[in-house]
């Protein structure tokens, strides 16, 4: 399954350890990442030799070629936002995870086609993740 994590890329920088630990997670799951490049430190870098359209156009192709789209959105972005409208209007399932206390957006929130869950630490992170990736096994 290839899943495509979104994450603030401009404003969310603070969470870079956050999105790695998820990523990784994933992969040891043996799910495909195809935008593991948001939770590299030289992100900024790289995208300021690219223009604004390929930049684009880029991550509109992955979420395409997506099965699902993975969000962090504690820190709010409108890229993020846009990815999930995106996602969300290709029928994408979408799973947009942001840390307790974080105030989310009630356009993520009150969003019925966007599964949102916030998470306290690390294990139920992971557990709100399978839950959304693999509904049959989950244990009520």
Not at 64 to 84: H, K, N, R
Not at 117 to 128: A, D, F, G, H, V
């Amino acid at each position: 399954m290839k899943i495509f994590f979104a994450g603030s890329i401009r404003g969310g920088r603070q969470l870079i350890p956050m999105y790695e630990y998820i990523i990784n997670f994933l992969k040891s799951h043996n799910y495909i990442i195809i935008s593991e490049h948001v939770a590299s430190q030289a992100l900024e870098k790289v995208e300021a030799k690219m223009s604004e359209e390929g930049i684009f156009q880029k991550d509109i192709d992955w979420i395409q070629e997506s099965d699902c789209v993975i969000a962090e959105v504690t820190v709010p972005s409108i890229g993020v936002g846009y990815e999930i409208c995106h996602a969300v209007h290709h029928k994408k399932p979408v799973l947009c995870i942001y840390q307790e206390g974080a105030r989310a957006s009630a356009m993520v929130l009150g969003n019925e086609n966007v599964t949102a869950r916030s998470y306290s630490n690390k294990k139920e992170l992971e557990k709100i993740l399978l839950d959304f990736l693999n509904p049959e096994k989950k244990i009520v």
